[in-house]
């Protein structure tokens, strides 16, 4: 008797799988500046027709669908967590679109027959699904950068590799690399030069999509990877239940003493981590629309305006739902790249500030779009010779990154937009001083507006209660201090205005109690103390994990107050799905 599974369209069974879970579908284009989100609203397992739902109320929609096909990606966050991400993309599946009303599109899609595709090199392309694993690192410069991800599909000519968005910042399309090292979960490992072909955002969650062709294989290179990508296929044939004649596993595929470690070192990340809230999945969000952002800048050279002003009004929805969650919500980011948490962070308090002064104020909108731009140069200016914002960088280094205000400009010129007048005003002076030992211009006080001294404040704040360059991170009482330290640079009343409206343990600070225990403040009292805490971790247990919110009647049960410290002294960590 023939098993019904054979009778299955291979990808709608996959595609049913992610279903069963927490997922998000993203139909994208290279041609069109951000992903559409849909939802599957009809499968057929035996024929392979899938429909989707597409809300959608702008214009151009059918340039997501040129030449009959559409391009999507497939999440699913499976686990106790919903932290384990997995992913499923196709490209190029015939699709027909029928408009239902006036926002409402449906879809129709034919999967195709099978999992493998011919590409047009005429090789086959092996996806990595139902719980493939292969781990990839990228060498981006000789023996001086390298980046992680995993891979998603693998043929003789290439490879889709899953990165960090953070991680994509010294990554061009066109770009040669020295080196492409796949690593399967036995042991086994494949290492190529390689060749960036393309690269755009992967789903919703913070990643990049990178595709890398091998180059300059020799002759045991091309046999090596020849072999690996017959046990891919065979491993892919296996888990899709296509090929009833295979009743094992690639040996390939079995994880040897090294990948299970890894795989147990994550797993519990993931249990410590949790799920993550609405408002903090909001903030990240917005990071990851702003790292997306540079890449369309500078790999597609678009100037994604309809994405920074979403970011922009996504933020300013969420301190108007509710301030202290939102600001709570900022202190999550603390593991994004520097210059994106820097950010979002100093364009929410310059909102928080600006809309308390007064709600209606016009310039709000555009100041916190400059603050949000502002940092983006430096990102532009990762080469060779400045591979990385995240390490200590020597005194030529620190001197190319002191012109990523000119290199903005350069590059919002090339793209052909031009940024309102306070707008502009944030992009080029926030890093002045009033004193005139700021930069790029070294304007004084009578050149910068009141914006550039409320901002001024914010930034250099920010910059001190985070380490950065080898700089320890500083209290916010040390930070108050240096900054009414600074003789005549920072505008006194606006520092005043900013300590009573934050006060000495603000609200997303990591708190010490005399108790041992490490506390996420979440509210404070009309005296600026915290009366809601949320605690994750006793020092005397370390390795236990915790995760409890506590009032102002309980606190006094974990001790007393103590100070502001540094997360990463205590190794308190934000776990990326």
């Given amino acids: 008797m023939v098993s019904p599974a054979q009778h299955q369209n291979p990808s709608a069974n996959i595609i049913r799988s992610l279903l069963k879970h927490t997922n998000e579908l993203s139909v994208y284009s290279k041609d069109m500046p951000y992903a559409l989100t849909a939802e599957v609203i009809e499968l057929n397992l035996g024929t392979g027709h899938m429909v989707l739902g597409i809300e959608y109320a702008g214009l151009g929609i059918e340039r997501y669908f040129a030449h009959g096909s559409v391009n999507f990606d497939l999440e699913a966050l499976k686990g106790a967590h919903t932290m384990e991400r997995e992913t499923y993309s196709l490209s190029n599946v015939a699709a027909k679109l029928q408009k239902s009303d006036s926002t409402y599109y449906r879809l129709e899609c034919q999967l195709p027959e099978s999992v493998f595709v011919q590409e047009n090199r005429g090789a086959v392309r092996i996806p990595f699904i139902l719980g493939m694993l292969a781990r990839v690192g990228l060498e981006v410069y000789s023996n001086n950068l390298h980046v992680l991800g995993r891979l998603r599909n693998l043929s003789i000519g ?12 010294a990554i061009g399309v066109d770009q040669n690399i020295p080196g492409v090292t796949l690593e399967f979960p036995n042991g086994e490992s494949f290492f190529a030069e390689g060749r960036i072909c393309h690269m755009r955002p992967f789903g919703n969650h913070g990643y990049a999509a990178v595709g890398v062709q091998f180059i300059n294989l020799s002759t045991s290179q091309a046999e090596t990877l020849f072999q690996f990508v017959n046990e891919s296929e065979r491993e892919a044939a296996y888990r899709t239940g296509s090929n009833d004649k295979l009743t094992y596993h690639s040996a390939l595929f079995i994880p040897g003493l090294k990948e299970k470690k890894i795989l147990q070192r994550e797993a519990q990340e993931r249990e410590k981590q949790g799920r993550q809230p609405p408002m903090e999945r909001g903030v990240m969000d917005v990071a990851h629309q702003l790292q997306i952002s540079l890449m369309y800048m500078k790999n597609r050279e678009l100037f994604p305006s309809d994405i920074l002003y979403d970011c922009v009004d996504t933020l300013r929805y969420l301190i108007e739902q509710d301030r202290k969650a939102f600001l709570y919500a900022l202190a999550y980011l603390r593991e994004e790249p520097d210059w994106v948490r820097h950010a979002v962070q100093v364009a ?17 909108r555009e100041a916190m779009l400059g603050a949000l731009l502002h940092t983006i140069g430096k990102p532009l200016l990762v080469s060779e010779e400045l591979p990385s914002l995240k390490v200590s960088m020597n005194p030529a280094q620190k001197l190319i990154l002191s012109g990523h205000v000119e290199e903005l400009f350069n590059k919002l010129h090339a793209l052909g937009w031009k940024p309102s007048p306070t707008c502009r005003d944030v992009i080029e002076n926030a890093n002045e001083r009033l004193d005139g030992s700021g930069y790029p211009a070294a304007k004084r006080s009578h050149q910068l507006s009141k914006l550039i001294r409320l901002i001024a404040v914010i930034k250099v704040v920010n910059k001190l209660l985070h380490s950065r360059n080898g700089e320890p991170a500083h209290s916010p009482l040390d930070a108050y ?18 300590i009573q409206v934050y006060g000495l343990y603000p609200i997303g600070c990591l708190a010490k109690y005399s108790g041992s225990f490490l506390a996420w403040v979440m509210d404070v009292d009309a005296k600026g103390m915290p009366n809601q805490v949320h605690i994750v971790k006793n020092l005397r247990f370390p390795e236990t994990n915790i995760s409890s919110v506590i009032f102002h009647s309980d606190i006094a049960q974990i001790g007393k107050l103590e100070g502001i410290v540094n997360p990463f002294d205590y190794g308190v960590k934000v776990l990326k799905i």
């Fill in 481 to 498: 201090r240096i900054v009414n330290n600074a003789d005549t640079a920072y505008d006194k009343t606006v520092l005043v205005e900013y």
């Fill in 158 to 169: 290439g490879c889709m590799v899953d990165i960090d968005l953070a991680d994509s910042v």
């Fill in 348 to 364: 929410g308090l310059l909102a928080d500030l600006l809309l308390s002064r007064d709600p209606h104020d016009p310039q709000v």
